[in-house]
């Protein structure tokens, strides 16, 4: 085993491989028409993005073209094709693709890449605009995009390229693929960012508990550097490896941040994802020290990537997969023909955090594009209560947001809690923070009953300190059956979905026991619906096509 690390893992042959095989999938598939979508169901985000029909799951290839396109592609299963009988769950692999200017309001694209043959799957990966034509695909342009993916196939694991030059909206496949060999079946998920000269990549032996690390001037001839290996949860595999550079707060230096997600084994089970903020570069990562870090405390964010193409010293841009291996194949909304969410758009810097050390500090992107009405505020909630009944927000979405100060000699009885409640059911969900003690924060789904499974954890706590000055802020993004919260100004993070039998309609913010010095401002704001502006006369999201006669009974 280590004698295999260090040269690469030897099953992996570099350099160019075989023929692409012949596609016989070409008449099967919806090519050049999205999918259309119906985003009317109860369970529906509306400002989270969700495939128009089926299953999805992993974020792949995100970048910022230079018109100010981000451009997300996500795996996808294409159903009810008969080569994938088995339902809305994984299975024939292709990458889905959406478009957006402001992260919220995304445009369905035809799928973007197909497997090759039938018993191939095109898994996870990531896209880079060739601006120099280092790869000679692209001769007269500068925006021509390369996509990087793992092939699976029954055999192997192999890292193939496609190439775009219509900016990422239809690709060709590279007629000596694979660009990286192997004979391994776990050797997937290739992220690649450009460093100062060249390419490099990251990309996980997955059970082997290594990330690799290449290089290439062409992005069709790669070459092993180093391997990252055996660094913090292990799991039962990798999968999903990224690598950021991104700002420091305080400074003018960024730092470069590894991301692996692991899948199974995860502290509450199934897959998280862990970081280690470090040096790079161009040929090996060195993690700034042996901590372990998690990115988010609940159970719903994985496989996190991060948007190419985002100008160096910005914010670097994410979003993830907003579910869980555990149970993601049987949630309910396959009553609604479609399954998974990804998370908000997150922007993302690096802070040194008295007590903690380097934190990933995580908030949404900007969302003005989506906030709606001010439906309450209140500048004096200090042992007071604050109730909401949005049940005439047509989005059922809502963005709320408490910030204290003078908290310092609190009690460990005072605390500040929130309620999402079905006045119909009397289903909640529910979260507070105490200000005392240890600091914990807690966010429970345990009272809602449109999900049984075992695996479905119901409650999910961190420590998230009051600072010395006695000040705490809490903000969250409440969207159907999705729930975000972030604490103490984007220092910790959960994503956890959730599954009410009535909607839940009736919000309530309370704080109590707080000192008589205390003080706490919130706010309450309805959010917008992304989708509803994109629908026809029969309510269907049709996505970038030029008809409009789509009805919701020919979904």
């Known amino acids: 085993m280590k004698s295999t690390l260090t040269f690469g893992l030897a099953v992996v042959a ?11 999938l070409a008449t099967a598939l919806p090519t050049g028409t999205p999918i259309a979508g119906d985003y009317n169901g109860v369970y529906r985000p509306q400002i989270h993005f969700s495939p128009p029909q089926h299953f999805m799951n992993d974020p792949n290839g995100m970048f910022l073209d230079a018109n100010g396109t981000y451009h997300l592609y996500y795996q996808c299963t294409l159903f009810p094709w008969p080569y994938n009988p088995t339902g ?15 992260l919220y309001h995304w445009v369905n694209q035809p799928i973007a890449i197909f497997p090759p043959t ?24 500068d925006n021509g995009v ?12 192999v890292q193939e390229i496609a190439y775009s030059r219509d900016g990422g909206y239809t690709f060709s496949r590279f007629a000596e693929n694979p660009v990286i060999n192997s004979t391994s079946t776990q050797f997937r998920d290739p992220k690649v960012i450009w460093y100062k000269d060249h390419w490099a990549m990251v990309i996980a032996y997955s059970q082997e508990f290594a990330i690799g690390i290449y290089t290439s001037p062409d992005l069709k001839t790669w ?4 391997n990252f290996t055996h660094h913090g949860l292990l799991g039962l595999q990798y999968e999903c490896p990224n690598l950021v550079k991104m700002p420091v707060q305080g400074s003018d230096n960024g730092m470069y941040v590894l991301s692996i997600s692991i899948n199974p084994g995860a502290p509450l089970g199934g897959s998280i994802t862990e970081y280690f903020p470090g040096m790079f570069n161009g040929t090996h990562f060195t993690a700034i ?13 994985y496989a996190g990537q991060f948007f190419y193409g985002i100008p160096d010293g910005q914010d670097a841009v994410s979003i993830a997969w907003a579910s869980n291996w555990q149970y993601t194949q049987v949630t309910p909304t396959v009553q609604e023909g479609w399954r998974s969410a990804m998370s908000l758009p997150r922007r993302n810097f690096l802070a040194n955090v008295t007590r903690i050390g380097w934190d990933l500090i995580s908030l949404p992107y900007d969302l003005a594009p989506i906030l709606g009405e001010q439906l309450a505020a209140r500048t004096d909630l200090a042992n007071g209560t604050l109730v909401v009944d949005y049940s005439s927000i047509a989005s059922g979405a809502l963005y709320f947001e408490a910030n204290i100060t003078g908290a310092s000699g ?3 009885a005072a605390t500040l809690n929130f309620t999402a409640l079905s006045p119909v059911s009397g289903e909640s969900l529910r979260g507070g923070y105490y200000f005392g003690g240890d600091n914990p924060f807690f966010l429970d789904r345990s009272r809602l009953r449109g999900f049984d499974n075992p695996f479905f954890t119901d409650k999910f706590s961190t420590t998230s300190l009051l600072h010395a000055d006695g000040t705490w802020t809490l903000s969250g993004v409440i969207d159907r059956s999705i729930i975000e919260v972030f604490l103490d100004g984007g220092a910790a993070s959960a994503t956890a979905t959730f599954f009410a039998t009535e909607p839940l309609t009736l919000f309530t913010l309370s704080s109590a026991l707080l000192p008589a010095n205390a003080s706490v401002s919130v706010a309450v704001y309805a959010l917008e619906s992304a989708w509803k502006g994109f629908e026809n006369g029969e309510g269907i999201v049709l ?12 979904l």
């Open 14 to 24: 570099l350099g160019l491989g075989t023929s692409a095989q012949t596609s016989s």
């Open 223 to 226: 070459t092993h550097a180093s």
């Open 88 to 102: 809305i769950v994984a299975g024939n692999q292709h990458w889905g693709h959406a478009t957006s200017r402001d």
């Open 146 to 157: 390369v996509a990087v993916y793992t092939l699976n196939t029954p055999t192997a694991q």
């Open 410 to 412: 609190a009690s460990s």
């Open 543 to 554: 996505g970038n096509v030029t008809t409009t006669t789509v009805k919701r009974d020919e």
């Open 118 to 141: 039938n018993d191939s799957q095109v898994f996870s990966g990531s896209a880079v605009v060739d601006v120099n034509n280092t790869s000679g695909f692209f001769p007269d342009q």
């Open 289 to 301: 020290d042996g901590a372990t870090r998690i990115a988010d405390f609940a159970k719903d964010n």
